[in-house]
């Protein structure tokens, strides 16, 4: 087993939770706010773990430990290069630059002294771009990292596939406004909280969505292997997610298994239900966006309301043992704070215990925070 470091997203938390979802003997090692440490058997297995996850920006390799000498560790990162090609690319990132200084016209001289051609490649914060990877295999993307007072030398072996995720982001033909604002990502991986809660003996696993709005969380579940259910109030979401999911199969070159149909969430079981559902992943409708404070208790009351009986049906389509990763809306006003928390308790009566504590996930400047809850349902 050797050592790789994952680049955590944006909300490192949601990331560790998804990777801890999907990785099952292991805890992931915390070693900076966006890295963390896990065991893997080689690259491979690294690569395919990043094409399952929403929430991890790129995977590491941990190929050697450097010595504190900047010296000595351009030596090895020489070292580490010369002869991997005719004129060897790279690129090097160091975490590390206030404790181990790293040069990389240094190390271009010293592979040219070498006899070795080298180009050197410009990086951000986290590497080179997935541009550059994607388009570029034969790069090396290398970083320079510090941990428990040892310094590493790391190389990027995995990175997300940034042509595909903006192609569901932004190339998909339905668009409903407010309708398709959950991002990609966040919906891969409430799928995998929601994966990684049941038992991994169930196969090909049957998810729905009651919320599906523009597809995003039954695009996502399709990608993971799952057969899916959506439904929607609004006939023109239910036209809009199945037109998307026309665009995923054409897109992919591939076939999947899907039902959508226009439904209240309060009369889910008038559906013909052929089989039960082993997992639920959806955002239900959050409230007005930009609403005044002074409505706020109204909304949030109608909002309880709205949440406990969807869950009540939801019991009469479940499976023992399935999950439901859902959203739950919370704000913050200048008097007040404005949840759904008190809901846990009372659904407990109807079966559901709560997995994954709340992990809040927003963008700059929302109104309406995000708060990501994965719950098992026993009868």
């Known amino acids: 087993m050797q050592?790789?470091?994952l680049v955590l997203g944006n909300t490192p938390e949601l990331s560790l939770a998804e990777i801890s979802a999907l990785v099952h003997d292991q805890v992931p090692e915390i070693w900076s706010d966006h890295l963390a440490e896990i065991k893997l058997e080689n690259d491979e297995e690294a690569q395919q773990l990043q094409q399952l996850l929403g929430g991890v920006f790129k995977i590491i390799k941990v190929v050697c430990e450097l010595n504190s000498d900047s010296i000595i560790a351009h030596q090895q990162v020489v070292d580490f290069l010369f002869g991997k090609s005719n004129k060897v690319t790279f690129g090097i990132t160091n975490l590390a630059q206030s404790e181990l200084v790293i040069s990389d016209s240094q190390l271009k001289r010293?592979?040219?002294d070498g006899g070795q051609k080298a180009r050197f490649r410009q990086g951000s914060q986290?590497?080179?771009s997935a541009a550059i990877t994607q388009?570029?295999?034969t790069v090396f993307d290398l970083f320079v990292?510090?941990?428990d007072d040892k310094f590493y030398l790391a190389q990027a072996v995995a990175a997300q596939n940034l042509d595909e995720w903006i192609a569901k982001d932004r190339k998909k033909p339905y668009v409903a406004g407010k309708k398709g604002m959950l991002p990609p990502k966040l919906a891969?991986?409430?799928v995998n909280l929601g994966l990684g809660s049941l038992s991994q003996s169930i196969k090909n696993p049957v998810l729905y969505d009651p919320f599906c709005g523009t597809g995003t969380v039954l695009i996502e579940a399709l990608l993971r292997g799952c057969e899916v259910i959506g439904s929607d109030l609004d006939k023109d979401a239910v036209a809009g997610s199945l037109e998307n999911l026309y665009w995923l199969e054409d897109y992919f070159q591939r076939q999947f298994k899907y039902q959508v149909f226009k439904s209240d969430v309060a009369s889910v079981t008038q559906q013909d239900w052929k089989t039960k559902v082993d997992l639920i992943v959806t955002e239900p409708f959050l409230?007005?966006?930009?609403?005044?404070p002074n409505e706020l208790d109204d909304i949030f009351k109608g909002l309880t309301s709205m949440y406990l009986g969807a869950f009540k049906e939801w019991s009469k389509i479940l499976n023992n043992g399935a999950t439901v990763t859902i959203v739950f809306p919370t704000t913050v006003t200048s008097k007040k704070s404005y949840n759904l928390m008190s809901l846990?308790?009372?659904l407990a009566s109807y079966g559901y215990t709560l997995q994954v504590n709340p992990i809040n996930y927003a963008r700059k400047k929302a109104v309406i925070v995000r708060q990501i809850l994965v719950f098992k349902y026993k009868q």
């Open 344 to 346: 846990i308790d009372k």
């Open 3 to 5: 050592s790789y470091l």
């Open 110 to 112: 010293l592979l040219k």
């Open 126 to 128: 986290w590497g080179l």
């Open 135 to 137: 388009h570029e295999p």
């Open 145 to 147: 990292i510090r941990h």
């Open 188 to 190: 891969r991986i409430m």
């Open 287 to 292: 409230g007005k966006p930009r609403s005044n």
